[in-house]
């Protein structure tokens, strides 16, 4: 049963990137009505006095959490990992894989695809896939497995692609690779390029971007760095208006680096992304990814040859973490949300709190600590 619902009293993050003292109303999972002093019938009321009320966060780029990775290609490895994504206020996100052979990525496509846009009472959506591999280079493979890494091959996209239902949002590529631009050019119509694990350099990645990639995956991780006569993937990505991925859970990351990425790339092309590996929510331990052991302690997950493998933090944790670095409310918010929904195509949807749009959205104090999770209109706690 869906239960109409007006969230009052509350500090709302509008669709103008601004936050405005309304009243939000839903009606049968929707957003109906954003204003002041809506008027109330057979309506729930939610008192938000004194909260923020946003909207769901969005994670496009997560592989496992509680145990379970989206690449296990088990119904249960999603439940689970959707079930503790709703819980911690992700309200859509994409399964991501690691590179492995096609069979392996077949059967996780084949698997997520009766899953995907299908709403359940207690898992957050899974919207799509993203391949984060396996078209990368060996050099910046980081901790994917260097057994499975091939040459760009459009045709493996597309039979992926059907695997999952058409459900690829986002696929990574070393666009210096072997046929690198061709696969950019043929994949960027199927869906969202991204450059990472890679070593391109600024040149290269201009092609890339003209030739129709978007967006870079983890800024600063997986490709070269930015130097002032070589600026790399992480200039051209800013000379040619692209998406940027971060990691701000102040491991990958150090919080001036967090800071400047917002300033120049500007606050309507940064995504946050959790990266989170299945120790996620869990203690420390040995754990698997991809095939390959990680270690994880406190808040830091590497493989034997050092090399960061993914995030233990959660979406949540990593959008407090950009706020305590010094970045606006406002801007740590637009990051978490629309903008990843932009960057996959799924923000006709989610991700603002727009009317029309799924009632998606979070209580959450002036601690950024969450108080009330509204699922498609309905109360989660």
Do not use: W
Not at 15 to 26: L, P
Not at 201 to 219: N, P, R, V, Y
Not at 252 to 262: E, I
Request: with cysteine; charged share 20%.
């Amino acid at each position: 049963m869906v239960i109409n619902m007006i969230i009052k009293n509350g500090i709302v993050f509008c669709d103008d990137g601004e936050f405005h003292n309304v009243d939000v109303e839903s009606q049968n999972g929707l957003l109906t009505a954003i204003g002041e002093n809506i008027v109330q019938h057979d309506n729930e009321i939610i008192d938000a006095s004194g909260c923020y009320v946003i909207p769901g966060l969005v994670d496009i780029h997560i592989h496992g959490a509680m145990g379970a990775d989206f690449c296990d290609g088990t119904p249960e490895a999603i439940k689970k990992i959707s079930r503790f994504l709703l819980k911690n206020g992700v309200t859509s996100f994409l399964g991501t894989t690691m590179t492995l052979a096609e069979e392996q990525l077949m059967n996780i496509c084949k698997t997520a695809s009766p899953f995907i846009n299908v709403e359940y009472p207690d898992r957050t959506m899974l919207r799509g896939i993203q391949l984060e591999g396996p078209f990368i280079s060996h050099e910046k493979r980081g901790a994917q497995n260097p057994d499975y890494i091939v040459k760009p091959d459009y045709p493996m996209l597309t039979r992926l692609n059907e695997a999952c239902g058409g459900n690829v949002k986002l696929v990574v590529v070393a666009p210096e690779e072997e046929n690198g631009l061709e696969f950019i050019q043929e994949a960027s119509s199927l869906c969202t390029v991204s450059l990472a694990h890679s070593t391109a350099d600024c040149e290269m990645a201009i092609k890339a971007f003209s030739s129709g990639a978007s967006h870079a995956t983890h800024l600063f991780n997986g490709m070269n760095s930015f130097s002032h006569r070589e600026p790399g993937i992480i200039g051209a990505a800013m000379d040619c208006d692209a998406y940027v991925e971060i990691i701000s859970d102040g491991i990958h990351l150090h919080p001036l680096v967090v800071r400047a990425v917002f300033k120049l790339y500007g606050d309507d092309r940064v995504c946050l992304i959790s990266d989170s590996m299945r120790a996620c929510g869990l203690e420390n331990g040995q754990y698997d990814l991809g095939g390959q052991i990680v270690t994880v302690v406190g808040k830091t997950a590497t493989i034997d040859n050092g090399s960061l493998a993914g995030s233990v933090s959660t979406l949540a944790d990593c959008m407090r973490r950009a706020v305590e670095f010094g970045v606006p409310l406002t801007s740590a918010l637009k990051a978490a949300t629309i903008n990843p929904a932009k960057s996959v195509g799924i923000d006709d949807e989610v991700g603002s709190l727009t009317i029309g749009k799924r009632a998606d959205m979070l209580v959450i104090d002036k601690d950024l600590s969450l108080k009330k999770i509204i699922f498609g209109g309905m109360k989660i706690q």
